[in-house]
């Protein structure tokens, strides 16, 4: 190996995948740093004195976040209070084991740890969905799910900020993703380092302009303890052609990465495509660009043996809405679920509690 670049007089014992450069251990951990905290300071991330919770999954990029987070925050002195937020989708074989992860991560980086469970929200967990639903369309329900647990577990925890482990590779895939779907409305938004979830909870993405390849080789220079199995549920498949499709074009140059995601950022969406207007569900007042937000539609299908609800053309889906209102007695909850009578008790109880 070469000496370092930098010409700190070490060995290189890398060569950094977004540069090139060839660098000691000590290097590439004070370059990758380095450009995470210029990220956070470039786009003032943080109010010194805030609250942020770290979305946690016990995965190599919210690991490396958390571990990254508490050393800048050290160092620069950004005056954050971190504590660690987890969403449990009750995914055996998967979830489970990686939670334990983040509560050894609790311990050793000294961070209070919430856990919220898809049970206790919405009243099923991930193994009985797909139990129902089957393996397509399975991480509909858990994308939609995890986003809105993720805002009710910052809501609970009062917290100012949610930050995710999101990479620059996850960034570039859904800029793909969005172009190869036409969905240019969501592609703005995707690029965004700070995105509203409309509750004033922002979430940012500290992690935006890193390299999946270098979190990896952070993780493991730096020994951290983080969870790599798979889900166990079939994956997105729509972003596995768009990761296959990123992988490839990284290989001829990896400044691609960037590239893309810059594209995304400045391309100008037109006047005419049409961007959803955002209001709150009428049920549980969680922001949606529906009168009924997507997580209520997707629960009550999944109450009424009709998982298959919310997936698809929200006009198909507001028909089969006022298809099965119209068969339907309620009780006189304002938030009823509009079970069958005569097919089930009413589920209200297990509706989405109302965030207000
Ligand atoms: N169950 C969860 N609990 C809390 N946060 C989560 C959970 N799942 C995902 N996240 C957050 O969303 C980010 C992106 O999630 P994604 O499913 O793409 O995982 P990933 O790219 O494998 O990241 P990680 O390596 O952190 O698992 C994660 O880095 C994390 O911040």
């Given amino acids: 190996m070469p000496a370092c670049s930098t010409k700190c007089g070490k060995t290189a014992i890398l060569k950094r995948p977004k540069t090139g ?9 004070e370059a990758f740093e380095n450009e995470i905290h210029y990220t956070i300071e470039r786009a003032k991330l943080f109010r010194p004195g805030s609250t ?35 969403i449990d989708e009750g995914i055996t074989g998967y979830r489970d084991d990686s939670l334990n992860t983040v509560k050894q991560n609790k311990e050793d980086y000294g961070m209070d740890l919430k856990i919220l469970s898809y049970k206790e929200l919405y009243g099923w967990t991930m193994d009985e969905i797909v139990a129902e639903i089957g393996r397509k369309n399975n991480c ?94 079939a994956p997105n498949a729509y972003r596995g052609h768009a990761r ?16 893309i995601i810059k594209s995304g950022e400045d391309l100008k969406v037109a006047e005419t495509t049409k961007i959803p207007t955002l209001t709150r569900c009428v049920r549980c007042n969680y922001v949606s ?11 009550e299908g999944l109450n009424k043996g009709l998982p298959r609800l ?27 679920c ?9 589920l209200c109880k297990t509706t989405i509690p109302s965030i207000s």
């Fill in 289 to 299: 660009s529906q009168d009924v937000c997507k997580a209520c539609i997707l629960l």
């Fill in 244 to 259: 296959v499709l990123l992988k490839d074009l990284e290989k001829i140059d990896p400044t691609i990465i960037m590239n």
């Fill in 21 to 29: 450069d060839a660098l000691c251990k000590e290097c590439f951990f």
């Fill in 52 to 86: 942020v919770a770290i979305a946690a999954s016990g995965g190599k990029d919210s690991t490396v976040l958390a571990y990254v987070l508490k050393l800048l925050n050290e160092k620069f002195n950004y005056q954050l209070k971190l504590v660690l937020l987890s």
């Fill in 338 to 346: 509009n079970a069958k009578p005569e097919k089930s008790h009413c």
């Fill in 140 to 233: 509909t329900f858990c994308g939609v799910f995890r986003r809105q647990a993720l805002d009710r577990g910052a809501y609970l925890l009062k917290v100012d900020y949610v930050a995710t482990g999101h990479n620059a590779d996850d960034i570039a895939e859904t800029v793909l993703m969005n172009i190869l779907r036409g969905d240019i409305a969501r592609l703005n938004r995707c690029t965004s380092i700070i995105t509203d979830s409309g509750d004033g909870i922002p979430r940012v993405k500290p992690l935006k302009y890193a390299f999946e390849k270098e979190i990896v080789m952070y993780a493991y220079f730096k020994k951290l303890i983080y969870f790599t199995t798979e889900c166990v549920f």
């Fill in 310 to 336: 919310g997936i698809g053309k929200s006009s198909k889906v507001k028909r089969l809405l006022k298809e099965n209102e119209e068969k339907t007695s309620s009780c006189n909850s304002k938030n009823c």
